[in-house]
Nanobody, 115 residues
Framework: QVQLVESGGGLVQPGGSLRLSCAAS????????MSWYRQGPGKERELVAG????????NYAGSVKGRFTISRDNGKNTVYLQMNSLTPEDTAVYYC????????WGQGTQVTVSP
């Protein structure tokens, strides 16, 4: 059974940082491209960042480029999202997604950016 478990969310002040983790099990992690998505209040889910299975290529939404960094550790079956210079607009539930032949989603972790 495939499981993706996100962690690291919480409440942070504007300008602060958080590091999200997504631990995967039940799949051959090194085969899967991994992505982070987010869904803010009243908004549609959007792609934040993605990384190929080898980690050699990444992509970012324009709104987070230069502030967020996606990375992965295939030895630990984990993908990370380092988020810096957070703003209230980054408030959302953050989800990780694994994609190879089909995709799998985690349950999400809440990130709230507020004074």
């Amino acid at each position: 059974q495939v499981q993706l478990v996100e962690s690291g969310g919480g409440l942070v002040q504007p300008g602060g940082s958080l590091r999200l983790s997504c631990a995967a099990s039940g799949l051959t992690f090194s085969r899967y491209a991994m992505s982070w998505y987010r869904q803010g209040p009243g908004k549609e889910r959007e792609l934040v960042a993605g990384i190929r299975n080898t980690g050699g290529s990444t992509n970012y939404a324009g709104s987070v480029k230069g502030r967020f960094t996606i990375s992965r550790d295939n030895g630990k079956n984990t993908v990370y999202l380092q988020m810096n210079s957070l703003t209230p607009e980054d408030t959302a539930v953050y989800y990780c997604k694994a994609w190879y032949v089909r995709d799998y989603w985690g349950q999400g972790t809440q990130v709230t950016v507020s004074p």
